[in-house]
C-alpha cells in the first residue's frame, strides 16, 4: 500500500531516556514533515525536511533532532525525555505544491513517565 | 501572517442533523483550502479540498466552497451520522507552509 507509515504506535517510556521514531513514505513526495499534537487536539508543525532544505521551528526544544538518511524517510530523535514530551507525534508528507494536501501516518502515542 | 480560524467546538448534534463548521482565513496571493478529519485513534485523513475561488470540494457527503469574497472555507454536511464523529481541521496551504485551524471535534449521537 502506498501510504505514509511511522513507527512505534505506542511508546512509554521513563524520563532521560533517549528515543527515536522512524517514518517512511512511499508516496514519491519530496518533502517530510514531524508535527505534535498535544491533548487538546492542537496540530503543531516541528519540522519540514526536503533533500535541499531542513526547517525548524524555533520553539522545538534542540533534545528534537530529525534525521533524513534518504528522501523517503524522516526519523525523529528525542534526548533526555521531559514529561511534557507526552503527545501524538505525526509523520506526514507532501509533494510541496500548493495544490497538493499532506498524507499522514497514523501517529505515535509517546507517553513520559 | 496567513492563519486560519475555525470555529471551537465541541459539537454535539443528534443523527440526521444539519453541520456546519465555520472556517475563515487571512492568506496573501491565492492559497488552496483543505479540510481533514480525525477518527479516534487515528492519522489525519484528508476529506476535500478546494484550490481556487468559488470551487466546492466533496467527499462523503460533506462540502465546502472556498469564498474569496468572505474568505472563508465552511464545512457543511446535510445529514450527519454517527460515524462522523471525529475532529475536523480546516487547513490552507500557501505552497510555501501549510496552516491548520485548531481542530473543531463533532459528536453525533444516536
Known amino acids: 500500500d502506498t501510504a505514509v507509515s511511522q513507527t512505534p504506535k505506542y511508546l512509554v517510556t521513563q524520563m532521560g531516556n533517549d528515543k527515536s521514531i522512524k517514518c517512511e513514505q512511499n508516496?514519491?513526495?519530496?518533502?517530510m514533515y514531524w508535527y505534535k499534537q498535544d491533548s487538546k487536539k492542537f496540530l503543531k508543525i516541528m519540522f519540514s525536511y526536503n533533500n535541499k532544505e531542513l526547517i525548524i521551528n524555533e520553539t522545538v526544544p534542540n533534545r528534537f533532532s530529525p534525521k533524513s538518511p534518504d528522501k523517503a524517510h524522516l526519523n525523529l530523535h528525542i534526548n533526555s525525555l521531559e514529561l511534557g514530551d507526552s503527545a501524538v507525534y505525526f509523520c506526514a508528507s507532501s509533494r510541496g505544491d500548493s495544490d497538493y494536501g499532506y498524507t499522514f501516518g497514523s501517529g505515535t502515542r509517546l507517553t513520559v513517565v | 501572517g496567513d492563519s486560519v480560524t475555525q470555529m471551537e467546538g465541541p459539537v454535539t448534534l443528534s443523527e440526521e442533523a444539519f453541520l456546519t463548521i465555520n472556517c475563515t482565513y487571512t492568506?496573501?496571493?491565492?492559497?488552496?483550502l483543505f479540510w481533514y478529519v480525525q477518527y479516534p485513534g487515528e492519522g489525519l485523513q484528508l476529506l476535500l479540498k478546494a484550490t481556487k475561488a468559488d470551487d466546492k470540494g466533496s467527499n462523503k457527503g460533506f462540502e465546502a466552497t472556498y469564498r474569496k469574497e468572505t474568505t472563508s472555507f465552511h464545512l457543511e454536511k446535510g445529514s450527519v451520522q454517527v460515524s462522523d464523529s471525529a475532529v475536523y481541521f480546516c487547513?490552507?496551504?500557501?505552497?510555501?507552509?501549510?496552516?491548520f485551524g485548531t481542530g473543531t471535534s463533532l459528536t453525533v449521537i444516536p
Open positions: 487547513a490552507l496551504n500557501t505552497g510555501n507552509q501549510f496552516y
Open positions: 508516496l514519491g513526495h519530496d518533502t
Open positions: 492568506a496573501t496571493g491565492y492559497p488552496s
